[in-house]
């Protein structure tokens, strides 16, 4: 399908390489959260591994698993590989990197740090005006259902057939619950899949995800997208004066190209997003062709009911954002035109409060009220009891970080601090049943305006990082590395 340069086999196992592995190996464990297991590795072993590698005797283990509660029913998985494991799959992303990354299209974001999900959100606010349609296509089954014979057909363009059969056998390992490691019964039925949660995982969604790219691209976009123009602007370009049988043909011009439709389409891995402008049957219309697409050649099964076409007054979720355009700021959403709602400017990039809570909550940090189901009050978490102070401290403290991170390119950035006060209340309810605390007068735990936990003799005890403002600055991190705000909650099942 593409015509490159292939990766030999022999050039890829040498000690340097491997070395250069345990470095990045080190870079995601000082990275990691405190309750991940730290990966570590010795020359001895990295040896035996070459020898393996070499004689094409390696055989990677099956990846342990844990099931984790997510915002809908089914939830998700959580996988850790071994460190042998990573090695390999770290020197196969960094060679497969540079022959795929020329490859893939604009679009595309999630794979390096210049196409950031930041960048992906900035694309969004800048060029996607005009908008009345969104369609968010939604997935039957997860990621790691993909079906690995179509991979495996993309993959054998870049490297060898040494190298090919390595793939194929970490999609091959399979899993182990660890609930359940002597039940073996789920392990045979499985279909073979991407390794989850991988260093490699990303680039290969990406890579799986690259006809429906092209597709999109090269046969939508040229045939049925049309911008709109307005005939004045042309006319005084070319230095033209404005006449009356000039200016009559290039109105029925434009009139015709405001029948035709205008698509915006964006990716972050697997997360897909279009826009349209124009009538509801048309969007309605290349929806079909896309979902049969998906299908046919990718065999992906979308769930049609949740896939459908949403006008943009009602807001979504995309990338851990809420994400609304303006007119939903007035109040009376009738006093708006009719044009003006039609055709709309600018998304506004909000903070997602229903969102953030219902995961606090899912997590163990908070609760529904009895009275107010829409209120979430602070709770005591009971895993975080049984470690050490720092290591409680150390999870609170990245999580709070993170969201300030996160969430520089907000536009009511100020709207955090309802989400920081509830993660300050439970750290305070936690160490209080930790040390049994006496307080002053006050039966419940609170912090002072020093942020600090006393006792009644006054002796500063515990510390927490508390950010001094929330100032919208809309900033954006493009060349940074993406937040992975969501490691901290996964480790705490």
Known sequence: MFKTKKIKYQNLWT?????????????INKESSMLRPKQNCSQVTIKRLLKLLNLRKFKP???????IPGLNKKGRYLSISSTQDNLVLIVLKKYLELIVQPILRENTYGFSYSNNCHKALFVLKTKWLKITWVLRPRWVEQLSSIHFKILLKLIASFCDQATLELFAKFMAAGYIDIFN?????????????????????????????????????????????????DYKRLLVQKKYKVKSHLGHTLKKQVKLSSKKIIIHYLRNMDDCLFGFTGLIRRARSFRNRILSFLEKHLKIMSNKR???IQHV???????????????????????????????????KLLVPLGFLFKRAVIFGFGSFDNNNKNRVRAKVHTKLINLKIDTTLSIYNKIITDYVAYYTFAD????????????KKSCALTLVEKKKIKMYTLNYPVFDRKRHLKEAQQTLLFKLRWPFSLKASYLFKISQPSIDFTSTFTTLV
């Open 15 to 27: 000690f340097k390489n491997l070395e250069m592995g345990l470095q990045i190996l080190e870079q």
């Open 61 to 67: 283990k099956p990846i342990k698993r844990v099931s």
């Open 181 to 229: 490691i002597n039940d073996r019964t789920r392990y045979s039925q499985l279909y073979k899949h991407i390794p989850e949660n991988s260093v490699i995982s990303p680039l290969l969604t990406n890579l799986y995800f690259t006809p429906l790219d092209i597709f999109v691209e090269d046969f939508l976009y040229s045939k049925h997208s049309h911008l709109m123009f």
């Open 306 to 308: 949740e896939s459908s």
């Open 313 to 347: 007054f009602y807001s979504f979720v995309f990338l851990n954002t809420q994400i609304c355009w303006t007119y939903l700021f007035y109040k009376n959403f009738s006093s708006v035109n009719i044009k003006n709602r039609n055709k709309s400017r600018g998304p």
């Open 412 to 423: 009511k950035y100020s709207s955090l601090w309802k989400i920081l006060t509830l993660y």
